[in-house]
Structure formats: C-alpha cells, structure tokens
T-cell receptor
Framework: AQKVTQAQTEISVVEKEDVTLDCVYE???????LFWYKQPPSGELVFLIR??????QNEISGRYSWNFQKSTSSFNFTITASQVVDSAVYFC??????????????FGKGITLSVRP | DSGVTQTPKHLITATGQRVTLRCSPR?????VYWYQQSLDQGLQFLIQ???????AKGNILERFSAQQFPDLHSELNLSSLELGDSALYFC???????????????FGPGTRLTVL
C-alpha cells in the first residue's frame, strides 16, 4: 500500500526566511509520481509540481525548489525567501498510476505554513 | 480556473439528512475522482469513475455512493449524515487514457458540507 508522511504539522517563519517542507513516501511500485499541492486559506488546491520516479533531477522554479531522493524515499520542498503569500497548507501526494485511467492520489496530512511579516 | 465545476459551493444540513454533490468534469475528460478533506482524516480519495463505470474505491463509507452519468458529470450522494461528515469534498477530472502514462488531475473548487 502506498503512504505519504509529512511529519511536520505546522511551521512558522518570519518573512524572507528559507523553509523546507519534508515529505517521505512508501510504495512498492517502481513507477510512481510525486506531487506537491498548495491550499491557500480560500480552500482550493493549487498544483505546484509533479515528478515521476525516473526523474531524480532537482527542480527550481523561482523561489521554489524540490529535492527528490529515491534512496531515502523523500521529496522535499524548499521555499527561499518566504513571503506572507506563501502562508498555506502544503500537501505532498503520491500516485501509483499503472495507466492514465487509474491515477488516484494518496495525500499526506499536510503542513500548515505561516509566514509572519 | 481548472475547468472542473462543483455545485453547490456550500451546503448546510442536519444530521440524518441526505445530500447530493455534483461535479462537471473538464470537457473531454473521462475520469472523475472524489476526495474528502476532513479535520480527522485529512485529504483522502473516496472513489473514481471512468467513462461511466466505477474504477477504484478508497475509504468511502457505505452511506456514501456515487455515479457518473452518460454526459460524464458525476454525483456523490451522502446519506444518514453525521457530524463527522462535515468536510470539504473535492472532485477532480482527468483525460483518463488507458495508456501507461500519468494523466493530470484537475481539481474543482470543492463543496463545503456542514452537518449540524
């Protein structure tokens, strides 16, 4: 069975600090996909990134960066120079899609990030 | 805007009642997924339909049921409601090909259900 663990529940930082959100996953499949979603106070789910299990390259997008390490089954997310607008709940998720018709997501419990001015 | 619509946005009802949540997928998407986000359980997968047929089941209670209609919209029916059913219910849709590739899921804005 697949499982996603986000051990941090709440993180509070001061604006401009860097912050790393941890994600550890469990799966028996060799092909899988990892995701990060953001849920701002308004409630919608905002897709941030998808990574497949064969692509371990780290990715950077503006102030966001992701570190995927299969050896430790981790997919961590770093926000550099955090801003108040980054305050949200962040979810890590896993999909063991064998076909495109079966792509359900397993989510972690989420991390509530508060960025103080 | 993801292109996935959910109605209603908010729903307030009493224990023991029955409600129906509706989801219209993006044009052309064959797969519909339902997720529940509650304080107790977090964000969890409930059920998936693909082109009118149930494809996968998650932690969905027997009091809950869903269906996908010929026009591909889906409804989630919740009956004998309990206080603990209060949650945000998301619908997502994807193209849903049978190829071994991941199909992006697009999430709707959610329906917030409050059971009093």
């Amino acid at each position: 069975a697949q499982k996603v663990t986000q051990a941090q529940t709440e993180i509070s930082v001061v604006e401009k600090e860097d912050v790393t959100l941890d994600c550890v996953y469990e799966t028996r499949d060799t092909t899988y996909y990892l995701f990060w979603y953001k849920q701002p106070p308004s409630g919608e789910l905002v897709f941030l990134i998808r990574r497949n299990s064969f692509d371990e390259q780290n990715e950077i997008s503006g102030r966001y960066s992701w570190n995927f390490q299969k050896s430790t089954s981790s997919f961590n997310f770093t926000i550099t120079a955090s801003q108040v607008v980054d305050s949200a709940v962040y979810f890590c998720a896993l999909s063991e899609a064998d076909t495109g018709a079966n792509s359900k997501l397993t989510f972690g419990k989420g991390i509530t990030l508060s960025v103080r001015p | 805007d993801s292109g996935v619509t959910q109605t209603p946005k908010h729903l307030i009802t009493a224990t023991g009642q029955r409600v129906t949540l509706r989801c219209s997928p993006r044009s052309g998407d064959l797969s519909v997924y339902w997720y529940q986000q509650s304080l107790d359980q977090g964000l969890q997968f409930l059920i998936q339909y693909y082109n009118g047929e149930e494809r996968a089941k998650g932690n969905i209670l027997e009091r809950f049921s869903a269906q996908q209609f010929p026009d591909l919209h889906s409804e989630l029916n919740l009956s004998s409601l309990e206080l603990g059913d209060s949650a945000l219910y998301f619908c997502a849709s994807s193209v849903g090909t049978t190829l071994p590739i991941y199909n992006e899921q697009f999430f709707g804005p959610g329906t917030r259900l409050t059971v009093l």
